[in-house]
């Protein structure tokens, strides 16, 4: 069946640093792929998605390539802040289903 | 801005008592999940529930769970029997129209002892 795998956290960075969260899947077809964020104390929230390989999904400075080729869909951002910090869940959607697979979550912690 | 509400934030119960979590979905979403996390595991899904009827549910959404969308604005997640493993942080969810723009609550953390 469908799956997704991140890497593991907690990622701590210090403010203004690079970001890359790995995300892969497995599953037949082409999915939709997301990143959902989760900030403490509230429910997830979309943050970007991809329906078809190489798009590219942007939003508040992240941005995520859908790669076919590597069944890949890492976040990244350029610069973080402190208010980044949260926990990162990547998703994907198969056509098939009315269900989003997710993967375990990253927690990242950026420091000032 | 509109959001799913959860309620409560945490229950603890005894195990073998049935519990009943509660969501308050965005009054003119049509399609209700919910999902659940194990601490350090992935977030699964249990069920999805449209036009109130289940459209889809998980192996993990077996005869000791139910759902209901009781009075138009609730939507429950019932568990008749808790055991240790249902121990977990359950997220409610609700869409317009699709799977694909979901809108979380915040979760309650459920404890089985």
């Known amino acids: 069946g469908d799956s997704v795998t991140q890497m593991e956290g907690p990622v701590t960075l210090s403010e203004e640093a690079f970001l890359t969260i790995n995300c892969t899947y497995t599953a037949t077809g082409y999915p939709s792929l997301f990143w959902y964020v989760q900030y403490p104390g509230e429910g997830l929230q979309l943050l970007l998605k991809a329906t078809k390989a190489d798009d590219k999904g942007s939003n508040k400075g992240f941005e995520a390539t859908y790669r076919k080729e590597t069944t890949s869909f890492h976040l990244e951002k350029g610069s973080v802040q402190v208010s980044d910090s949260a926990v990162y869940f990547c998703a994907l959607h198969h056509n098939a289903g009315n269900m989003l697979t997710f993967g375990g979550g990253t927690r990242l912690m950026v420091k000032p | 801005e509109p959001e799913v509400t959860q309620t409560p934030s945490h229950q603890v119960t005894q195990m073998g008592q049935e519990v009943i979590l509660r969501c308050v979905p965005i009054?003119?979403?049509?399609?209700f999940y919910w999902y659940r996390q194990i601490l350090g595991q992935k977030v699964e899904f249990l069920v999805s529930?449209?036009?109130?009827?289940?459209?889809?549910k998980s192996e993990i959404f077996d005869d000791q769970f139910s759902v209901e969308r009781p009075d138009g604005s609730n939507f429950t997640l019932k568990i008749r029997s808790t055991k240790l493993e249902d121990s977990a942080m359950y997220f409610c969810?609700?869409?317009?129209?699709?799977?694909?723009?979901?809108?979380f609550g915040s979760g309650t953390q459920l404890s089985v002892l």
């Open positions: 969810a609700s869409s317009e129209d699709s799977v694909e723009k979901l809108f």
């Open positions: 009054s003119n979403h049509l399609y």
């Open positions: 529930f449209y036009n109130n009827e289940i459209s889809e």
